[in-house]
Antibody, heavy 120, light 108 residues
Framework: QVQLQESGPGLVQPSQTLSLICSVS??????????WSWIRQHPGQGLQWIGY???????LYNPSLRSRLSISVDTSKRQFSLRLSSVTAADTAVYYC????????????WGQGTLVTVSS | EIVLTQSPGTLSLSPGDRATLSCRPS???????LTWYQQKPGQAPRLLIY???NRATGIPDRFSGSGSGTDFTLTISRLEPEDFAIYYC?????????FGQGTRLEIK
């Protein structure tokens, strides 16, 4: 059974870059059947889709974040990464990585989530 | 972007009751691209339903999904204590992928 685990700093200074890694275990990241996603949840609020990447590097980003966002994949390490630049307090959230099955079949595996706080 | 409106915001029911949760997209979406998730406090969401009506692996058959176009429904036939949580719908029809604001299902 595939497992995902987020890692990265829990505190980021305003105007800096938020960087997170999602490590995939128990399954292959090299599959055309899945996309590798980032989703966030502001404290006490709902879910916001950030973007996803395929194993081959094809990306789709939320337009509201696109100018600050980069998602990459390293298949040799079985990891994919999120970089969000010029962060503000509005980027404080729990960040989840997830595996999304293609053709709209949903995100069937999730990391536990990691809280990132933007503060000086 | 497609806005998903979930109702009610909070649903207060008792174990054994039937729960009906609504999700209405702001424009027609393909049935194949509507999913439902359950989230409990401190946990990641869990996939319940994809393609509007297909149960994900391991999801009990008391959970069912239906609907099309601009009107989708998640039904829980007989509530178990572990079903009290927040439920989100999500659409994959049009980028950006969007979620509804959630329905909180609480014990009455």
């Amino acid at each position: 059974q595939v497992q995902l685990q987020e890692s990265g700093p829990g505190l980021v200074q305003p105007s800096q870059t938020l960087s997170l890694i999602c490590s995939v275990s128990g399954g292959s990241i090299n599959s055309a059947d899945y996309y590798w996603s980032w989703i966030r949840q502001h404290p006490g609020q709902g879910l916001q889709w950030i973007g996803y990447i395929s194993y081959s590097g094809t990306t789709l980003y939320n337009p509201s974040l696109r100018s600050r966002l980069s998602i990459s994949v390293d298949t040799s390490k079985r990891q994919f990464s999120l970089r969000l630049s010029s962060v503000t307090a509005a980027d404080t959230a729990v960040y989840y990585c997830a595996r999304e099955a293609s053709y709209g079949r949903g995100a069937d595996s999730w990391g536990q989530g990691t809280l990132v706080t933007v503060s000086s | 972007e497609i806005v998903l409106t979930q109702s009610p915001g909070t649903l207060s029911l008792s174990p054994g009751d039937r729960a009906t949760l609504s999700c209405r997209p702001s424009q027609t979406i393909a049935r194949s691209y509507l999913t439902w998730y359950q989230q409990k406090p401190g946990q990641a969401p869990r996939l319940l339903i994809y393609g509007a009506s297909n149960r994900a692996t391991g999801i009990p058959d008391r959970f069912s999904g239906s609907g099309s176009g601009t009107d989708f429904t998640l039904t829980i036939s007989r509530l178990e204590p572990e079903d009290f949580a927040i439920y989100y719908c999500q659409q994959y029809d049009t980028s950006p992928i969007t979620f509804g604001q959630g329905t909180r299902l609480e014990i009455k």
